[in-house]
């Protein structure tokens, strides 16, 4: 293929709530890049939301126009020289959005097993940024441990303890549906927030996955004295305080962002589903098309779309817009 004439359409938000497709040259490659051709996306709505509506409370003052999603698929369609490990015709896991093609450092493209569905080959890189955080408290098998939310940051925590062989692992979820589905994802017990008012003490470690400060607070009075929370969602939403129980449990926090070897990580995902089939795929409670994603983000925004997470569909690689 030609590199010089090649073109990516991109999804860039040029204002909040305003989203377009900009096509524009590919860069040229060089000798240790790869052309991955996306075959499939993901929206990772706690994170892309916020910064859909600019109200991520991460990113102060806003900035447009930004570049929109982190979680890609695709087939590699030209290698540099100097590339060993991935071919032609691979699939690759990548980081680079909403997007139709892109150039990525060979050494940051992931090559995708042939057994694996794009939806599951998806989830190694969310699931890598929550096994940080695990990897941070240590957990051990016996060990009762709380999550708080069950969106697919919660959920991706459920399926780490689990194949870690922790195997008192509770979920606190408002929602029945995702509820379900943490029951369907091997959680001990799953609670509605409401039944545990009554309750406290009865936890060793806590995984805070919901940005809510009142689900936070009752996570803290659930911890037992001397208890380790990591808050795993990124705080976008809204501001995480410390309760009384904080001081008088002497509770320890830590907080956990990004991955922490991704190609170390998916090798291991790829490897303990093999051995340990779990139906992640349930996480993607949506699919679309390329072309539908602005309707999308506006329906999440404005509420006629409740989603856990999407799954996105290039066709031929092209969004069709």
């Not at 139709?100 to 057994?115: R, Y």
């Not at 501001?239 to 170390?264: N, Q, R």
Request: hydrophobic share 40%; proline share 7%.
């Amino acid at each position: 293929m030609s590199t010089t004439t090649s073109s990516s359409s991109s999804l860039m938000l040029t204002a909040p709530r305003t989203l377009q497709w900009i096509t524009e040259a590919l860069p040229e490659p060089g000798s240790g890049d790869v052309i991955i051709q996306t075959t499939t996306g993901a929206i990772s709505i706690g994170t892309e939301l916020p910064q859909y509506l600019g109200t991520n409370r991460s990113i102060v003052p806003p900035h447009y126009p930004r570049m929109t999603g982190y979680e890609s698929v695709g087939r590699v369609v030209w290698c540099g020289a100097k590339i060993r490990g991935i071919k032609v015709g691979d699939r690759a896991v990548a980081f680079y959005g909403h997007r139709t093609q892109a150039v990525v450092p060979a050494s940051s493209a992931i090559p995708v097993p042939d057994d694996f569905s794009d939806a599951l080959a998806i989830l190694a890189i969310l699931s890598c940024d929550v096994a940080k955080g695990v990897r941070r408290l240590a957990p051990m098998p016996e060990q009762p441990i709380a999550i708080s939310g069950a969106g697919e940051i919660g959920l991706l925590t459920l399926f780490m303890l689990t194949a870690l062989g922790c195997y008192q692992v509770d979920v606190v979820e408002p929602l029945p549906e995702r509820r379900e589905i943490a029951r369907r994802l091997g959680a001990h017990a799953v609670f509605a927030p409401g039944e545990l008012m009554n309750r406290s003490d009865d936890y060793a470690l806590g995984f805070e996955c919901s940005s809510r400060d009142q689900a936070f607070a009752q996570l803290q009075r659930l911890m037992r004295p001397q208890g380790h929370i990591c808050i795993l969602a990124d705080g976008n939403l809204e501001p995480l305080t410390l309760t009384p129980a904080f001081h008088h449990k002497e509770l320890s926090i830590v907080g956990s962002s990004d991955g922490w070897d991704y190609h170390a990580h998916a090798a291991w995902y790829f490897h303990t589903l093999r051995r340990r089939p779990v139906p992640l795929e349930v996480l993607f409670d949506r699919q679309v098309r390329a072309a539908d994603l602005p309707a999308t983000f506006a329906g999440l925004a404005d509420g006629s779309l409740r989603c856990l997470k999407v799954l996105v569909q290039y066709p031929d690689g092209l969004t069709g817009s």
